[in-house]
């Protein structure tokens, strides 16, 4: 939580500073965040590539839980594309994208950003925000009417990192083990995902 | 946004390349790039006077998207849970 409030003040920062304009133009120019964002790729594929250990998780799991990604992705755009009808002026394609950050609003808003502009990737970095806080607000909730995996699915990409130790006194020790298959499966796919949706 | 991908497949390789050495500095440094991002996105948002204007009802937008994706997403892990349970999970 602490991580995420960090994350937040940041963006607070930058949007107090745009809204009384305190930084020369140039900052704003988009050649930077994209050199940043190249670089953060980089950087995050280095850290998927550097540790062999979230591979061998893979083969100490239950076959079925295989389903668990595979589960949040359909569940999720499931029910965002039953709120696009809701939304006249967003397309399906646009609802799907901002669906597909999985509660990863650092990287998939600022993807968004690049692809689809600066409203979608506030929507996106929104949204994706508060899908976190739900999760870690009705954890115990999801866990008591939904089972055991729920929270892992609602909480999505970033129940590898954030989550852990506030999920693991849901579960017995075995099932813990079983957050990171979602979040490296995310890992993977949301770079991706955003990229044949937009 | 094929380069952006591009660089996260280099950086895979790159990372596997070097597996035997633990290169713990980089989370870190993921973290910085991602505070930097958000402030420059932020500054973005912020220097946008339509999307400040906007923030209302980009907001409720960004409510409903999530109310539902969190809602499918949990009952579809309760369908999941329900075939799972029985003799599988550990006790």
Not at chain 1, 59 to 84: C, E
Not at chain 1, 184 to 194: A, E, K, P, W
Not at chain 2, 57 to 79: K, R, Y
């Amino acid at each position: 939580m602490k991580g995420s409030l960090i994350i937040l003040s940041f963006f607070a920062t930058g949007l107090l500073l745009g809204i009384f304009r305190f930084l020369p133009h140039d900052v704003l120019s988009p050649n930077v965040s994209f050199y940043v964002l190249c670089a953060l790729m980089f950087s995050v594929g280095i850290s998927i590539g550097n540790d062999p250990s979230s591979f061998h998780q893979f083969r100490t799991l239950n076959p079925r839980l295989i389903f668990l990604p595979l589960m949040t992705i359909l569940g999720t755009w499931l029910g965002v594309f039953a709120v696009s009808f809701l939304l006249k002026n967003r397309t399906m394609a646009d609802c799907l994208a901002v669906g597909s950050g999985f509660g990863y609003y650092s990287l998939s808003s600022i993807l968004i950003t690049q692809c689809k502009g600066i409203e979608l990737g506030t929507i996106a970095l929104l949204s994706n925000i508060m899908r976190e806080v739900m999760t870690l607000l009705f954890a115990p909730w999801m866990v008591r009417y939904f089972g055991k995996l729920a929270p892992i699915c609602a909480g999505g990409a970033t129940t590898m990192d954030n989550y852990v130790p506030h999920y693991c006194p849901y579960f017995r020790k075995g099932i813990c083990h079983c957050i990171y298959l979602p979040g490296v499966c995310y890992g993977l796919y949301r770079s991706f995902s955003g990229d044949i949706l937009l | 946004m094929f380069i952006v991908i591009a660089c996260m497949i280099t950086g895979i390789v790159v990372g596997y390349l070097l597996r035997h050495h633990k290169l713990r500095f980089i989370h870190k440094f993921i973290l910085t790039l991602i505070w930097l991002l958000l402030f420059l996105l932020g500054y973005e948002v912020g220097a946008n006077e339509t999307v400040i204007r906007q923030f209302g009802t980009l907001g409720f937008e960004a409510f409903l998207l999530a109310f539902a994706g969190t809602l499918g997403s949990v009952i579809f892990a309760g369908l999941l849970w329900l075939t799972v349970r029985p003799k599988s999970m550990p006790k």
